[in-house]
């Protein structure tokens, strides 16, 4: 698996999709993909071609650990938006979700840790915009319901000139879903109403010939869905990292 960011550039703007896992924040149990990381991803970024303060929205499909990461990094002892002048575009039924307590037994423990270092320093600097489906941002974005995986979970989908890319989070964790759709992962908030949204999201990938970007497929992790005998097959992807 991979945790992976998007970085898309439109003629106005500027956006993140998906914020991963951060640095430097203890995540008990999860090492090694969670804890306590050091890795450049604010160095790839600038390796890319654009600085934090260039960053005009952070897109969240989901408000899990490993999806708010970077949202924050620690300045002078503090967490701190790491795009000062982004808005952040979170679920609004996620966010309440959370506020109210860990949704999740699995996520229970970490809930307020990534609450409060993740999403909190977000909030009280105002830099959040809460969402629902149908949520459009300038001309190529929309926002789509795609529940199951957690209470309010989102897809973002990019449209240009007759195609369509697919951000998709959470809603495949791994290429064998694409085999087996009704395989929902352990941290699924409602597996079953995962598995109907993951079917649904295939087919429609199916139909549009859409560019599917999972959040954790491995390598690159981009890909096209296609009927094969069977139900559906996955095509596209680079060959894994050896590491
Ligand atoms: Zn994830």
Redesign the pocket.
């Known amino acids: 698996m991979s945790?992976h960011s998007w970085l898309v550039r439109t003629r106005h703007h500027t956006i993140l999709i998906e914020a991963c896992t951060g640095n430097h924040k203890s995540r008990p149990g999860g090492a090694p993909l969670f804890d306590m990381l050091d890795r450049p991803y604010l160095d790839r970024l600038t390796a890319a071609g654009v600085r934090p303060e260039e960053i005009d929205y952070v897109l969240c499909t989901h408000l899990?650990a490993?999806?708010v990461g970077w949202n924050t990094y620690l300045h002078d002892g503090r967490w701190v938006p790491t795009f000062p002048n982004a808005k952040y575009v979170m679920s609004k039924i996620e966010c309440e979700a959370l506020q109210v307590g860990g949704h999740e037994a699995d996520f229970a423990t970490w809930g307020p840790l990534f609450y409060q270092d993740s999403i909190l320093p977000v909030l009280e600097s105002r830099q959040e915009m809460l969402i629902e489906g149908g949520f459009q941002l300038g001309d190529h974005l929309v926002a789509e319901s795609t529940p199951g995986h957690s209470p309010g979970h989102l897809l973002f989908a990019l449209r240009d000139r007759g195609e369509e890319a697919l951000f998709s989070?959470?809603i495949m964790?791994h290429p064998i879903q694409v085999y087996y759709p009704d395989w929902s992962s352990a941290f699924c908030f409602d597996p079953v109403m995962a598995a109907s949204t993951r079917r649904k999201v295939l087919e429609r990938a199916t139909e549009n010939r859409s560019l599917l970007l999972p959040?954790?497929f491995a390598a690159r992790g981009a890909c096209c869905i296609s009927h094969n005998a069977s139900g559906f097959q996955c095509q596209g992807l680079d060959e894994p990292d050896s590491d």
């Open positions: 945790s899990h490993d999806h989070g959470d964790h959040a954790h």
